[in-house]
């Protein structure tokens, strides 16, 4: 099923068109894709795409800087680029953007609870995931365990790629944010009560701040000491700051792929932070982020015509 | 061996201590029992400026042990491990207090998951040697035996039975079913192999997928890593002891701005340097135990079996 993105990457290789090929190659762990850099034809063999790549691949661009490579992306992983050329942290001539088609990412950590024992070996049959552990054959409907971000996904296929590769994607044109809704809908105390509940659990491993593509900063305002900005402990209102300062710097900047959330080792729902963020500048702006290198960022321009009723 | 129902050891050790069950949390992604002796956040000592009378320091008292019940071989002897640190060349009175005071019920794992190596490190999931009591659960039962004079204490008052033959047998088939789950990974000699590989290129291929995150040292039974910080307020303040991680930027970075592990290559190579080369040569033993814990959680699938292999098959010159 990958026929077609191999043979793409390969020729590319030998042609001599790119030094490597950014994408992902089966992982160790069941229903698990790993980041791979494929340098030599041959190595093109082992790429794959699909709902069981968890990260968002344009993490990676900036290890490869100076580099002439290609990459593979999904819709958001396109936008993602497409907002570090206009925040001049990329070229565009220096990356080949390969589109891949997308159904959405696994909600990875859901089919393990709800499995219960241990899973050894996973594979997609057309809409669902069949996975074989302790407990025997399960299967489950993807479209059940897709990441929340996926649900309200805009554009699921790559923007302008100069390569696409065909196939199967997601229907774009629904979004869903019903779960923000019911968020929205509470009082501000059950709001306090609801996020402290899931936040607190955080260990400052910052796991989502790495895997963010948009989170490059060389110094991070949680590594300062010099002023203390955010103290080291576990006292819920600097982990709490950490998150909201975190999502200030996202506005407009968030593509929603939800990578933070899919990276969280305790499995703590972040998109309820960055799919309130996705839908707000929706609202206010009508913005979507990353829909081309030109735009400029959101929160970066003025324009008399801007919403100001939401301003305290 | 001895025998007994779980419930009645449960129920003997009710209020001898905070009673953490292990057994039904194995599937937590942090080492309880890790932070039962290095706690992610720990009070050193709370500081005030008293008037004319200067700066009171006070240490808080520690609160009482805790009764790990069911911790897995693998992270008792991540504590055997811990203890290097904190106890061998000069005693951390903090962890001192906890590792005295903390009783480990260790449970062999039946169960063994898809990412446990530890048999790679001459145990395995049914090794009797580790924390205080050491205990087989064969269904109806608990198999029990104290390992150390801490855990026949804990057991004092107790009706044990003994184990008939076929209970031992149960165990032992047990025990054969969950050491054949496991994949063992062959580090012969890699020590000494790490010792000539400091500069080797493989390093940049290793650390490429790692995004150099905190998950995999935070999960890890036997990280000890941490940072000590004062916490000031207008006339008082804290001194507390939180988790760090080699794997940070700021972790080696120095006063001057200079940093000796400037990218991500130079912190993955400490990380795996510290387990296979650092800690056999001031301890003999490794740094790793075979848990798996990291390779559950690293948001990227590196899988420190695969490093391993990788390192395995690199040429060095002699
Ligand atoms: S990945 Fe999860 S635990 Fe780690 S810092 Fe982010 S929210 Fe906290
Ligand atoms: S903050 Fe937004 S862009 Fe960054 S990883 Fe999370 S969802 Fe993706
Ligand atoms: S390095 Fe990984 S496998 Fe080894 S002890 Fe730490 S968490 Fe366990
Ligand atoms: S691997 Fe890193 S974090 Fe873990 S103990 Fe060693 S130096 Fe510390
Ligand atoms: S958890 Fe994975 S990505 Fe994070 S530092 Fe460890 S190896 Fe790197």
């Known amino acids: 099923m990958f026929e077609k993105l191999r043979e793409t990457a390969r020729e590319l290789l030998s042609k001599g068109e790119v030094e490597c090929v950014l994408g992902f190659a089966e992982g160790t762990l069941p229903m698990f894709y790993t980041p791979y850099l494929a340098r030599k034809p041959e190595e093109a063999e082992k790429l794959v795409y699909g709902p069981f790549a968890a990260p968002n691949i344009a993490t990676y661009l900036r290890k490869l800087k100076g580099k002439k490579a290609a990459v593979i992306v999904r819709g958001c992983e396109s936008r993602t680029i497409n907002l570090l050329i206009s925040e001049k942290q990329l070229n565009r001539d220096d990356v080949k953007i390969i589109g891949v088609p997308c159904v959405g990412a696994l909600d990875r950590k859901r089919i393990l609870k709800d499995y219960g024992g241990e899973i050894r070996e996973a594979r997609i049959e057309g809409e669902k995931v069949i996975v074989k552990g302790d407990n025997g054959e399960k299967a489950y409907v993807l479209e059940e365990y897709i990441s929340p971000s996926c649900r309200s996904c805009l554009y699921p296929e790559a923007i302008d790629p100069d390569i696409k590769i065909e196939g199967p994607s997601r229907d774009g044109e629904k979004a869903d944010f019903s779960d923000i809704e019911r968020i929205e809908k509470m009082s501000p105390a059950e709001k306090w009560e609801f996020f402290e509940k899931e936040l607190s659990k955080c260990i400052r491993c910052y796991a989502c701040r790495e895997i963010c593509p948009m989170c490059y900063c060389d110094s991070c305002f949680v590594d300062s000491n010099r002023p203390v900005w955010v103290e080291p402990g576990f006292d819920y209102s600097d982990i709490l700051s950490f998150h909201l300062i975190k999502m200030y710097h996202m506005a407009g900047r968030c593509v929603d792929c939800g990578a933070c959330e899919r990276a969280c080792p305790l499995g703590i729902r972040l998109s309820f932070l960055t799919r309130k963020l996705t839908k707000d500048m929706k609202e206010a702006y009508n913005f979507v982020s990353g829909l081309s290198p030109e735009e400029k960022p959101a929160l970066g321009v003025f324009s008399p015509d801007d919403r100001e009723d939401f301003i305290l | ?318």
């Open chain 2, 1 to 318: 061996m001895k025998k007994i129902e779980k419930e009645k050891l449960l129920k003997h050790l009710e209020g001898k201590g905070d009673l953490v069950r292990l057994d039904e949390a194995r599937q937590d992604p942090l080492s309880a029992t890790k932070s039962s002796h290095l706690p992610r956040e720990e009070l050193l000592l709370l500081f005030r400026l008293n008037g004319d009378k200067g700066v009171e320091i006070r240490v808080p008292e520690g609160k009482g042990g805790k009764i790990l019940f069911g911790v897995p071989p693998c992270e008792a002897r991540a504590v055997d491990l811990l203890d290097l640190t904190f106890l061998k060349d000069r005693i951390d009175p903090y962890y001192e207090r906890k590792r005295r005071e903390n009783v480990l019920f260790v449970l062999a794992c039946n169960k063994p998951r898809s990412t446990c190596f530890c048999t790679s490190f001459g145990y395995g999931p049914f090794s009797g040697k580790y924390g205080d009591v050491f205990m087989v659960d064969i269904g109806d039962n608990l198999l029990v035996d104290p390992v150390t004079e801490k855990g026949s204490k804990a057991l004092e008052g107790l009706e044990l039975e003994e184990a008939t033959p076929s209970d031992l047998e149960k165990m032992e088939s047990l025990k054969r079913s969950a050491e054949g789950a496991i994949t063992t990974v062959n580090i012969e000699g890699i020590s000494e192999k790490l010792k000539k590989m400091f500069l080797d290129e493989i390093w940049a291929d290793l650390a490429f997928k790692c995004v150099n995150c905190g998950a995999c040292t935070y999960v890890c039974p036997t990280c000890y890593c941490f940072d000590i910080q004062d916490v000031e307020r207008t006339n008082w303040g804290y001194r507390e002891r939180v988790w760090d991680s080699c794997m940070f930027p700021i972790y080696s970075l120095e006063t001057s701005g200079h940093n000796p592990r400037p990218t991500g290559v130079e912190r993955m190579r400490n990380r795996i340097m510290h387990k296979f080369s650092y800690y056999p040569e001031l301890y003999g033993e490794y740094g790793c135990v075979g848990c798996g814990r990291c390779i559950r959680a690293c948001p990227v699938n590196f899988d420190i079996r695969e490093a391993l292999e990788t390192l395995k098959e690199v040429e060095v010159a002699a």
